[in-house]
């Protein structure tokens, strides 16, 4: 039971960063290949509430002094770690206590491929290489 309300509260927090955000920076693209890396070294981090089951993932990534591209720099550092599930979601927070949508400094949304673009965001996310990343702002924290 914990894992489903995990997995919608995940599902429902990004539903709401899209909505509240749009897409990354890239006019009409909604995702940033890993070759298009353009950010400095990532801060130290730390992981938190790691969850990985069934093709899924999702974790919190702590940087007290976040800014958003640090945090798009902690993000794609991380995805180096993925390995096995097909869609992902990493939030940037500042503090362990933080939660809720209005505390996360950035959301990334890894895909492995194609297939689980379809499979797991409907056809949202597109790219032409993978796997790819969605890059989502915060709001007024960010």
Known sequence: MRTGTAATTTVGLLLVVLTACGISAHEGKSVETLEMRKFSRALAYTVM????????????????????????????????????PLN?????????????IEDYV??????????????????????????????????PKG
């Open 49 to 84: 509430n790691k969850i990985e089951r069934s093709g899924t993932g999702s974790v919190d990534l702590v940087i007290p002094t976040a800014t958003a591209d640090s945090a798009k720099a902690a993000i794609y550092d991380y995805v180096k770690t993925i390995d096995g």
């Open 88 to 100: 992902y979601g990493i939030n940037v927070i500042r503090n362990k206590t933080d939660n809720g």
């Open 106 to 139: 950035y959301h990334g949304e890894w895909i492995k491929d194609g297939q689980a673009a379809q499979v797991y965001t409907g056809g949202r996310v597109t790219s032409d290489t993978w796997p790819a990343i969605g890059m989502y702002c915060s709001g």
